[in-house]
């Protein structure tokens, strides 16, 4: 019956711009069935039909911010030092969109901390982040771009300062605007590497 | 009338408790009036008389953090470098009650991204830090135990690092125990200081 699956495959992505909106204008704290059904002029009864529960709209939630990521073609970029700047460059919050982005990601965190399931989830994007750090850090040894230390250490101290950067960046946008942004990581990976 | 004043305040830590308790168990998504009022067998019209509104409560919330975080004593340290460490030691989720603490703050950014009031609050907050990070920043600078960098951004890396460190610790403490935390912190302050 392919006409019944492209209705509700239609009717979820109507679902999905709807959670988007309610995430900007409220965050996460605001994420109800009610407030989602209100934003789709639907009622919670044709909601719940889609989505059982407020968890299973916030897991949702965070599979559509995964496939917006996974959908973003990656800057080209050599290997090592440039591609680590590079993956650096497309996570922080130097766009409206990449904003908007990083705002719904780190709202999640408070809802994600009061779930287990949620926060299992949190636990293994950031180890996958971390992994991927890792792959570049390695290559910019071996090519003598960065100095032998634990590639895991550097991974999360990596992952350290991008996350902060990101969260103040998005509670102070003026002091924080793109160039300066990449200031600081430009900055940051020149002490990695021990020029400054 | 003295009396009077006591028992209001006795039932505004009662109150303050509560919402502790609430916050711990279901993150700020989770703290309401009726929540609140349920946790301390009370009615949510007696809630509303100290709290009117939920706003009041998550500001409330923020409020009693400012205050333990204040009323800490501070770790002694000497100048320079050595009270940035201290600094940012005290800071870190290394023991479970600055777990605890750290998780209310990092749950308190999707309700505060979502309300100018509480985000003026959280930038001015964070401004501060990075203000007194700074000023540890010149000293040591001034005592040759960091080269000369601009303070400020020297400070804002500082911030972002100790912000990313805890956002991880949170979500993975058995991948973040207290030894790792201090040994990436240690890591990364030679890194600023050209030892490695």
Chains 1, 2 share one sequence.
Do not use: C
């Not at 591609?83 to 965190?109: C, E, F, H, K, Q």
Request: glycine share 8%; aromatic share 6%.
């Amino acid at each position: 019956m392919p006409r019944h699956k492209g209705d509700h495959d239609a009717r979820r992505r109507d679902v999905s711009a709807a959670v988007w909106r309610v995430l900007a204008a409220h965050g996460f704290g605001g994420l109800t069935l009610r407030a989602v059904a209100t934003e789709m002029g639907a009622t919670t009864g044709l909601l719940t039909h889609y989505f059982p529960s407020k968890k299973d709209l916030v897991a949702h939630a965070l599979t559509l911010l995964d496939e917006r990521r996974a959908g973003r073609p990656d800057r080209p970029a050599p290997d090592g030092l440039g591609a680590l700047r590079a993956m650096l460059l497309d996570i922080l919050p130097s766009t409206p969109r990449a904003a908007a982005d990083n705002r719904i990601w780190v709202g999640s965190w408070d809802a994600a901390l009061a779930d287990p399931d949620l926060a299992a989830g949190h636990a293994a994007r950031y180890a996958g982040s971390r992994e991927r750090i890792r792959q570049h850090v390695r290559t910019a040894q071996s090519l003598g771009e960065l100095p032998p230390a634990d590639p895991d250490d550097v991974a999360a101290a990596v992952q350290s300062f991008a996350l902060g950067l990101i969260v103040q960046a998005l509670f102070a946008p003026d002091e924080f605007p793109p160039e300066r942004q990449t200031r600081l990581l430009d900055g940051y990976l020149a002490t990695l590497a021990g020029d400054r």
